[in-house]
């Protein structure tokens, strides 16, 4: 259920800078609260940066006719820079490399989340739908860039909407041919280094088998089963396609990386533990292509971290991280295929960040871009971990921004919890949270029971507590603030999307003295008839949706308990609702019935509905409407700088 987010809030990982575009406006000349909204939300400058696998040319994301599109130059020859993709309709958000001579993308129509895969020829100009089939979703699952010069391995479930099956595509021709039927309720595929399908990940919702080709051709065998509680996910080969690379928490309450013999019954199957951290679960791992093995994991501890399993390359690392002691940290967007050339960006709470080509034969470093030049750091406010602990005693990590010179005593506050809910914040950049903090607005975001990072224990103390615990631990970090007086306790309001939304509004139903405000954002009012709505490939997972959520017939009289459109006489709070018309995950029906039952009772409801969005309003102008009414509400309800 996690959302997807606008654009701004998505590149505070992936940002980029215009090349040349040194130039700020002097702090002295400007405060925080006169930049204009647009500034936090308008579509980067650039953003992006990929290299293509032969390190000679680098891709990019840049606004056109106000949609983000994709240009390519030769990374040696910046001003060759050519546009490649003319797309009006939606922003591209992502780009993938196939050799040199051709660039992916992904998108939707409307919101609808039904992707398709596109081809861009870099010597003809043509683009070309590869999955031109209607009602259907689509990704590339393999690039194939060291087994075929013109195929790729793409998933979709034109034959079963239900199910996705593996199809290998010609993208100079957009010839397709079906590699893999999914007879097994497969929801991840695993690919060796020849480009053959050898196994998958299945699940009925509660139980997860992975299958196992041992040899090419032979019947898949089960390699292991287990409840959907432990994770147990192949990540992909050893070099001589024998062994896997697992992330699990079979052995251990936080997920680590270890290797695997399939050859071993699967008592005895973990052959070693390849990379494991102390205290949070491993949340990335990245192969290297020249060594075919493993090259680095990614860690979001209280900030986002990456650990080489080579020394040398480690040593090398941080070489390059202490280049940038102002930056919170760096991100390797992406690499050459002989990974002498890195995409990397800077990472920051005061930025959005610049990306850099780093040449590791030369030890060259060169700036190509910052994502947003307009915005100054300057006049940012930082953001910093901090702990609390829950009415349980549980401790529950959360990142607090307070705006410049307020310090920060009884500070109108907006609570911002996250989406998912199995997800999580992490420190960094946000436009929203710089955005509000310019209008002179704390922002605390909390990881409650359920965030994923912090283990299965933690994870499953979330388990149908929608409404309950989750929501007390959201409660007790705004207690926290006010205990501290850090928040002013009549001038606190509540702000989240997709599950955030839910939160916003099950905040205001049973704790509604706490909130002055609140804004629900794509969220759930009835947990009936969401479960009811969801999309037909998350199918698969309905039966792990109930053990975590609840059964609506089992669990009947807690899912009613939970759902804020049963118990609308208790809510008293002005509520600002947001939703997209096209929405698969949180259907505008959600919004349709809180909306109208509180109008009913006369409470003061603000409702915006955009046709042409989904789960989240990713277009430029509809950011702006979202953002300006915000703005709005909060400063009659709330009280913001004018």
Partial sequence: MRIILTLAVLISLFGC??????DRTPATALTAAEIPLEEFFKNPALFGFRVSPDGKKLAFLKPWKSRLNIFVQPIDNPSAVKQVTFVED???TQIHWKGSNFVLFEKDSNGDENDHVFAVDLTSGEAKDLTPHAGTKAAIIDSLEETSPTDILVQHNQRNNELFDVYRVNVATGASKMVAENKNQILGWLIDHNGDVRGGTSSDGVNTV???ERSKGKPWIQLYKTNFRVNFTPIGFTADNKRLFVTTNLRSDLDQIVEVDP??????????????HPKYDVSEAHYSHPRKTLGRVTVVTDRRETFFLNPAEQKEWDFLRAKFPQAGGLVIANSSLDERFWSIKTNSDLTLGSYYIYDRKTKQLTDVGNTSPWLNPELMSPTKTVHYKSRDGLEIEGYLTLPRGSEGRLVPIVINPHGGPWARDEWGFNPETQFLASRGYGVFKMNFRGSTGYGRKFWEKSFKQWGKKMQDDITDGAQWL????IADPKRICIYGASYGGYATLAGITFTPDLYACAVDYVGVSNLFTFTKTIPPYWKPMLEM?????????????LMRAASPVFHVDKIKTPLFVAQGANDPRVNKAESDQIVEALRSRGVEVEYMVKDNEGHGFANEENRFDFYRSMEKFLGKHLGGRE
Wanted: charged content about 35%; overall charge positive; cysteine-free.
């Fill in 17 to 22: 800078q215009s090349p040349g575009s040194k």
């Fill in 90 to 92: 939606r922003d591209i």
């Fill in 210 to 212: 992975i299958y196992f």
């Fill in 263 to 276: 050859q071993r019954p699967p008592n005895r199957f973990i052959v070693r533990t390849v990379f494991k």
């Fill in 482 to 485: 006010i205990s501290q007086r």
């Fill in 545 to 557: 949706t109930y053990e975590m959520v609840g059964h609506p017939e089992k669990d009947k009289e």
